[in-house]
């Protein structure tokens, strides 16, 4: 079941194990002997800003959310990183609806809509976003995603729920440290997720018996509910990457990012004041 209105593209996994890496602080002490670098590798928007290649250049499949507004940046900055080699990606998906129609525009990769894996699964997910009127974030989107998707394994790194006293494992300047300057360092946005929602899409596909979910740092104290992956092997090199960056790019077309900044603000405004004066017929 697709969740977006944009076709999705034919993609194929390269294996039914997946990895599925967020920007948590816990990805600092991935354990490089519990992941296989021939799993499916699926990393979260902004994977880009790591100053160190901690699961290597290629990515099968990027699981994209965030905002609208600042999607066109982020796409021009992911298109010219791939230009550059600096990574390999193999295909991207996105559970927002906006954004998959504009990346289609923009990102020269297959997309794989996000879908469950059946019926039960799909109706057990909207019930509880409907439960909690919350969406997921979007690395609970790329476990449902993978899971969707045929994993018979996945592995965590990075997943944190936001519960460290730093949001993310890389560091963020200018434009993207704005954007989340006012949630803070760590914690939820909680106009838009859960970490209970989160917590319990986890526990439920963890329980389901066709996936067996795990984590590959011992220090991801967040997902303590589930088992830590087994060691195989002495495991990889993380290398260093020759070009670091914690921005987007600042251009996309004929806009700058600073422009595109004050309207997304602007229609925040615009959104807040109809809702006080009309209720929920302004959403």
Request: hydrophobic share 40%; proline share 4%; charged share 25%.
């Amino acid at each position: 079941m697709m969740q977006t209105e944009v076709e999705s593209q034919n993609w194929t996994p390269r294996s039914r194990r997946f990895i599925v890496a967020g920007g948590g602080p816990s990805l600092l002490t991935l354990d490089v002997r519990r992941v296989d670098l021939q799993d499916t590798i699926v990393r979260v928007n902004n994977f880009f800003f790591e100053n160190t290649y901690r699961l290597g250049r290629r990515v099968d499949l990027v699981q994209v959310g965030g905002d609208r507004w600042i999607f066109p940046f982020y796409a021009k900055t992911l298109h010219r990183l791939l230009a550059e080699g600096v990574y390999s990606v193999g295909s991207w998906s996105s559970h927002q609806a906006q954004v998959a129609r504009r990346g289609q525009r923009s990102l020269p990769l297959p997309f794989v809509g996000v879908r469950y894996r059946d019926r039960d699964a799909e109706k057990a997910i909207s019930a509880l976003i409907e439960r909690y009127r919350k969406t997921p974030t979007t690395g609970i989107w790329a476990i449902i995603s993978a899971h969707g998707l045929g994993a018979d394994t996945i592995t965590l790194a990075g997943i944190d729920l936001y519960t460290g006293s730093e949001r993310y494992a890389h560091e963020l300047t200018g434009h993207s440290a704005a954007l989340v300057s006012h949630i803070g360092t760590g914690g939820y946005n909680t106009q838009f997720h859960d970490v209970a929602l989160d917590r319990d899409i986890i526990v439920y596909l963890a329980q389901r018996g066709d996936v067996k979910i795990q984590r590959a740092s011992v220090e991801s104290g967040a997902l303590d509910f589930l088992p830590v992956a087994p060691k195989h092997g002495e495991g990889f090199r993380i290398e260093p990457k020759s070009k670091v960056i914690n921005d987007w790019d600042g251009w996309a077309g004929l806009y700058p990012i600073g422009a595109m900044r004050l309207a997304r603000r602007t229609n925040e405004i615009r959104r807040h004041v109809g809702r006080v004066l009309f209720g929920e017929r302004a959403k």
